[in-house]
Nanobody
Framework: VQLQASGGGLVQPGGSLRLSCVAS????????MGWFRQAPGKEREGVAC????????HYADSVKGRFTISRDNAKNTVYLQMDSLKPEDTAVYYC???????????????WGQGTQVTVSS
């Protein structure tokens, strides 16, 4: 399984970015996929997931209404559209498989190299 994330960068507060995650030798549609982020000195935080074989999604409270996760099955790619970005969204973002979510606890499977998102004026 190889998951390659891209699309990070520097953006001003209130701006937008779209992250992409391309999978190799792996069927994204048949797996629950998500994104987590990790900022320096902070714990890993699950932010969004899209459930296997459906369009059902789940978001952390911190990003609900601002981030949108989607999947293009033909391209075997998962996206994270991030709008109304805030400085506290600054982190390295990772594309991952998601084993389960119980309450606010997220359990991740396999993830790839992350992409840096920096929100600053």
């Amino acid at each position: 399984v190889q998951l390659q994330a891209s699309g990070g960068g520097l953006v001003q507060p209130g701006g937008s970015l779209r992250l992409s995650c391309v999978a190799s030798e792996f069927n994204l549609e048949a797996n629950t996929m998500g994104w987590f982020r990790q900022a320096p000195g902070k714990e890993r935080e699950g932010v969004a997931c899209i459930f296997a074989n459906t369009d059902n999604t789940h978001y952390a409270d911190s990003v609900k209404g601002r981030f949108t996760i989607s999947r293009d099955n033909a391209k075997n790619t998962v996206y994270l559209q991030m709008d109304s970005l805030k400085p506290e969204d600054t982190a390295v973002y990772y594309c991952t498989t998601v084993r389960k979510i119980i309450g606010k606890a997220w359990y991740f499977g396999t993830w790839g190299q992350g992409t840096q998102v920096t929100v600053s004026s």
